[in-house]
């Protein structure tokens, strides 16, 4: 196991053995989470000469990725009001009813003395009020202004469909429009390439942050390249190694975008459709099922990684297939292919039926993000793992490292009672064994998420819950 820093820096490098990003030959760097778009509802790489580097870990759920982004180049009606009647020979005197206008304005004078009356009283019982953009009253820096949502999104049900219901043909002709290749050309004429998605008309792309790292090499160009075979060069709108998305905009107006679909809402087992350009061959498709959900994936180095609570999937995918979108049988992208697994040691050579793909909810928000604001942000804890332990779950660091304490002074976990020394079992009761495993859970929830910590201290377990803070991506 690794450190991980508090909040900016809750990360754990990528060692040889574990997941690393889909693509070629670029290495993935650190992510932010983010904004929001509209999206239609459907009718029904790094560099060629990049290695990944993996984390190690024995832990049965991981595995050795490498990237796939990149190859060398080339009515509502009025009630009848009814009087009552009065019953024949009743001696009963008429009473005086009070009037309309009386009631209602005793109901507001008590209405106005019930709520000064509370705000008086609040301090008395802790409740505490925040101003604004002030975060929680905890201290915690949450996101406050989510992004707005402008990206076009599936209809309910998106995620299902059986094997023997699943219409190939009509997925891939709905998709294939809106699937591009994306080239990155250095001086020298080499460069990588890889995948992406028409996100909106308006010119807004989706691909992979390590697909276009090399784009920020001086004199190099980048090209999206359509389905009709016309080009346009493009601009990076915002990118995030931390969750490995990248934005893109190019100057037309007349795209036809892809719907999200909810990831949530996946299954093991149901059929997959993914769509891309392995290997510089654009247009091609390949069919699977979801093999997995919620595989820890790291991929990337020490330097730049990504964390990502990944879909696994069977389809093939393969060198050039990232950024590239993962259809479920409605045709909704419920993903974004990003990695494929290697054996230790050995550059992506082709599909071995294990890759993944970050799910499409995690992808929304991160691009909603990138093209309101032009960066991202991912969810904190505020704790230092430490690396030396070997136990059961994974336990918080009683000393200081490298100038980082074990619990960020005033975050999330030290305000919501975590010690130095208490061993993390599980999140949200999903148990964790390893840093990396901790970290991807917590980037897969939103900055102000309340998330469970169940936490053993000694002998005695307990429930945690904590407010996730906030960092911005770089």
Known sequence: MTDTRPETSERVPAESGAPAEAGDAVEPGVVEPGAAWPWPEPD?????????????????????????????????????????????????????????????????????????????LAPRFGIETAAPGEGSPSGAPVVVTPAPSTLPTATAGGASGS??????????????PSTVAIDVTLPDGTGSSGSGMVLRADGYVLTNAHVVSLASTAGST??????????????????????????LRVERTDLVPLSLGDSDALVVGQPVVAVGAPLGLQGTVTSGIVSAL?????????????????IQTDA??????????????????????????????????????????????????????????????????GVLLDSSYTGEGVRVATTESNGTP?????????TAGVQPGDVILAIDGQPVTLPEELIVAIRAHAPGDVVTLTVREGGTEREVAVTLGSERSE
């Open 44 to 120: 029904g790489e790094p560099h060629p000469h990049d290695d990944q580097h993996p984390p190690d870990g024995e832990h049965a759920d991981t595995v050795a990725l490498a990237p796939v982004a990149g190859t060398p180049r080339r009515r509502r009606g009025r009630a009848r009001r009814v009087a009552p009647r009065r019953v024949a020979g009743s001696t009963d005197a008429r009473r005086r009813s009070v009037g309309v206008p009386a009631v209602a304005a005793v109901a507001v004078l008590a209405l106005l003395v019930g709520t000064l009356t509370g705000l008086l």
């Open 163 to 176: 094997a023997g219901a699943v219409d190939i043909v009509a997925i891939a002709a709905e998709a294939l």
């Open 222 to 247: 980048l090209t999206v390249i359509f389905s009709d075979g016309s080009q346009s060069g493009a601009q990076i709108v915002g990118q995030t190694v931390d969750y490995d998305l990248a934005v």
């Open 294 to 310: 919620n595989r820890p994936v790291t991929a990337g180095d020490t330097g730049q990684v990504s964390f990502i609570n990944a």
């Open 316 to 381: 093939a995918i393969n060198p050039g297939n990232s950024g590239g979108p993962l259809l479920d049988a409605t045709g909704a992208v419920i993903g974004i292919n990003s990695a494929i697994a290697q054996a230790s040691g050995q550059a992506a050579t082709g599909s071995i039926g294990l890759g993944f793909a970050i799910p499409a909810n995690q992808a929304r928000r991160t691009a909603e993000e990138l093209i309101a604001f032009g960066y991202a942000t991912y969810p904190v804890v």
């Open 406 to 414: 074990p619990l960020t002074p005033g975050g999330p976990a030290e």
